[in-house]
């Protein structure tokens, strides 16, 4: 009788252990993406990762310029929302980015941030200070060196200019009242209270276009592929749209 009771609470110990599912290992994404999408691009992880238990996205956010010296130094990624159509296409030239899984994904605008009203675009030449963001290496700075010869005043205000790493960046020193005005992308400047805003002249600078598309050396094709697929739908855009991005793309749209 004894011997019995024992091999039954054995095999109830057993029967136990065979119910105790291990917990499901998780495909990790790593997403490079430009610093201005940086809220925007999380709420849309958080959505993307409830409806894909098994993939954890990890985002890596910088400025493009930034990211594309990673890329081409091998650092990991398997998908890439650029801040800047060039970069994004210089990448693709030199064979980083499938053909098939790349796309014209948003677009935004410029404009000036100051802490104080009375300092309007025509007043640049007598602040005392102004930030745009590295024009070799951020986007925005780019764009912003563009409007700002547009508007004849680049010679002006070059010597006193503080560039930046990122948007982010340049919104801190405004906030910080280190400079008098910056130059950033209209999705940065909504998220802070604590600045103006006064939009610059659409034809003063390029299209700003964010491309996405999906890298070639991914290891995780089918997640990446599944992200990339999420970014076009309906939810998705709805967020960016949310945080001032204009949504380009319907479907794929080849980066050439």
Known sequence: MHRNYLILLLCLVLAACGVQASPEKKTVLLISAAASLKESLQEV???FEK??????????????????KQIEQGAPADLLISASKPFFTELSKKGYISA??????????????TAKEEIEMKDLPEARKI??????????????????EHYG?????????VYAKDVRQ??????????????????????????????????????IV???????????????EAFYEFLKTDRAKQVFEKYGFTVLTAGDEHVD
């Not at 405004?174 to 600045?195: L, P």
Request: net charge negative.
């Open 131 to 148: 930030s745009i963001g590295i024009p070799e290496t951020v986007p925005a700075g780019a764009y912003a060196k563009e409007a700002l």
């Open 51 to 68: 409806e894909n238990p098994s993939i954890e996205v990890r985002i890596n956010f910088g400025s493009t310029g930034s990211l594309q």
């Open 100 to 113: 098939s899984h790349r796309m014209d994904y948003l677009g935004n605008e410029l404009v000036m941030v």
């Open 153 to 161: 005043i680049w010679s002006e205000v070059e010597k006193k200019t």
């Open 210 to 224: 964010y491309p996405a598309g999906v890298l070639k050396k991914t290891k995780h094709w089918e997640e990446a």
């Open 170 to 207: 340049v919104l801190s020193y405004v906030k910080t009242g280190n400079v008098d005005a910056g130059i950033v992308y209209k999705t940065d400047a909504m998220q802070s209270e604590k600045v103006n805003q006064e939009s610059l002249n659409p034809d003063s600078y390029g299209d």
């Open 45 to 47: 992880k958080i959505q």
